[in-house]
């Protein structure tokens, strides 16, 4: 979810941790707006890209739409309507919709309630928003300069028993496969229950996976028949974002 194109300090917030600028804090799930208002003010005056974890703004590939309706407002409640479907939540959700290159739509969402509070809090500290992007998408978007070939990427949270919550997001010619779950598997799960029939699946299409990013993971990761790149904490060393 992009709301603008410049340079801008970088706010990451997972459940467990929040960094900002030097800030480095826990966290137990969403953080409240004292939590939210210490990290900002960490950071200089000016725009900020947020980054949140990936089940606060979940995300689905809609490949099935022939035709959308004419009228902004009308495409906006239809892709609204679309991502309520997929998620079956009745909270209002503010939706964000990217047609890709060959094809789909990427359809990003965040509670309507929580994008409000937080836009309100950043603008009263002079901080105000001009980018917020799930995990997942921050971390490819990183990667897609080199994606030469096939590939899958593992979005993590740690949920503090050795497993993990997350992201499955693949590509071959362009992102072609995106999967989330929200109940947490140890990595043998993972390499069982999701990477293996995804990496099936894809190699069907022609799409074969030839690497394995892995963001969050702690320790080994178990093999899986795909060479495995864990991705290092140094990418946030960034503190100006130009995405």
């Given at each position: ?53 990936d089940l606060w703004a979940p995300a689905l590939l809609a490949r099935d739409i022939a035709e ?83 590939g899958i990427l593992l979005s993590l949270t740690p949920t503090g028993d050795g497993r993990y ?79």
């Amino acid at each position: 979810m992009n709301l603008g194109r410049r340079g801008r300090s970088l706010l990451w917030m997972e459940s467990h941790r929040l960094w900002a600028g030097p800030q480095r804090r826990p966290l137990q799930g969403a953080p409240t707006e004292d939590q939210l208002a210490q990290a900002l003010t960490a950071l200089p005056e000016g725009g900020t890209a947020w980054v949140v974890d990936d089940l606060w703004a979940p995300a689905l590939l809609a490949r099935d739409i022939a035709e959308l309706p004419s009228g902004g407002e009308a495409r906006e409640g239809f892709f609204r309507w679309r991502f309520q479907q997929a998620f079956g939540s009745e909270i209002p959700w503010a939706v964000q919709a990217v047609r890709l290159e060959d094809g789909p739509y990427l359809l990003s969402g965040l509670a309507q309630s929580t994008r409000d509070a937080w836009t309100a809090l950043a603008t009263r500290l002079n901080r105000p928003i001009v980018s917020l992007q799930p995990r997942w998408l921050w971390l490819f978007n990183r990667l897609a300069p080199s994606l030469d070939m096939p590939g899958i990427l593992l979005s993590l949270t740690p949920t503090g028993d050795g497993r993990y919550t997350g992201t499955l997001a693949a590509w071959g010619r362009g992102l072609c496969m995106l999967r989330q779950w929200e109940d947490p598997l140890s990595p043998a799960g993972w390499n069982e229950e999701r990477i293996a029939p995804s990496a099936a699946f894809l190699q069907r299409e022609s799409r074969s996976p030839q690497l394995i990013h892995i963001w969050g993971a702690t320790g080994d990761w178990p093999y899986v028949g795909i060479p495995v790149q864990k991705l290092d904490e140094g990418l946030l060393a960034e503190t100006e974002e130009v995405a």
